[in-house]
């Protein structure tokens, strides 16, 4: 819990140190690096005795050190460099992980405790995104607009709650509970590995996005609204421009009598060329 709280320290940091203290990057990339050490001693230290899962972890220390140590490097050097070895780092991790997954002695002996684990982190990844509409919300007066805001953000966030509580950990707990145990595995490392990845980064940009909303409320809850309606909508925020409040009124009329209009028009154009 120390290193995850040393993490969460360095985050604003991680890209942008600040002069003065310890250097943030390097800190983020050694404090990730030891809570992934003490989490593989204390799997090997639970491991005892079942020699094809100690194996499988042996194993497993060879991606990790590789894509630690070029986190380190990236996080030393900065700038461009940084953002291109840790995506190298991640690579060579995850890229380990599934190879060693595919043919190693991984197990999962309870599916209904590994998917709650999993569920835990969506519970917070969504608590947080309700987090970051009301540290938005700082600096701001109270108004109708921003309750607004709030109240569709709540909505969004119960939305994907739904999504993901109602609709797919069922389904996936039931197909994870009648597979087999390789097929479980595989089943197990595409899924709660792997796809669980773009699930938490929609959550994330989602909170994000939600943040600016809340902070700018006053701009955005009209857009907001009409895009809760319909998808298509657009939403302009450039001031009308002299003599567009013409144009503007005429694009409020009904459309019956803006038709009228224009087949008046039209006949009046024919009488006039017939009478030439």
């Not at 009648?178 to 940009?205: N, Q, S």
């Not at 657009?234 to 503007?248: E, F, Q, V, Y």
Request: proline share 3%; with cysteine.
């Amino acid at each position: 819990m120390a290193g995850v709280f040393v993490i969460a320290l360095c985050v604003p940091e991680a890209w942008s140190d600040r002069k003065g203290g310890l250097y943030a990057p390097v800190m983020l990339a050694v404090a990730y690096l030891f809570v992934r050490c003490v989490h593989r001693v204390v799997s090997a230290r639970l491991a005892h005795g079942d020699r094809a899962l100690l194996r499988q972890i042996r194993f497993s220390w060879l991606h990790l050190l590789g894509g630690g140590a070029l986190l380190i490097s990236g996080a030393a050097l900065g700038g461009r460099v940084q953002t291109e070895m840790m995506a190298a780092a991640i690579a060579v991790d995850w890229g380990g992980f599934y190879l060693t997954s595919r043919w190693g002695g991984w197990q999962i002996h309870s599916t209904k405790y590994f998917i709650e684990r999993h569920n835990l982190f969506i519970i917070l990844a969504i608590g947080e995104s309700l987090l970051a509409m009301g540290a938005a919300r700082l600096g701001t007066n109270l108004d109708t607009p921003l309750l607004v805001a709030a109240l569709i953000g709540i909505g969004i966030a119960l939305g994907l709650w739904w999504l993901y509580f109602d609709l797919i950990t069922l389904a996936v707990e039931d197909r994870l509970h009648r597979a087999e145990a390789a097929t479980r595995l595989k089943l197990a490392v595409d899924a709660f590995g792997y796809g669980h990845f773009p699930i938490v980064a929609g959550i994330v940009l989602g909170a994000l996005g939600l943040e600016g909303v809340v902070e700018h409320a006053a701009n955005t809850t009209v857009c907001l609204l009409l895009a809760w309606v319909g998808p298509a909508t657009r939403c302009s925020r450039r001031s009308p421009r002299p003599g567009a409040s013409r144009s503007s009124s005429a694009c409020s009329r009904s459309p019956r009598r803006t038709d009228s209009r224009a087949c008046a028009t039209r006949s009046a154009r024919r009488s006039g060329q017939r009478a030439a």
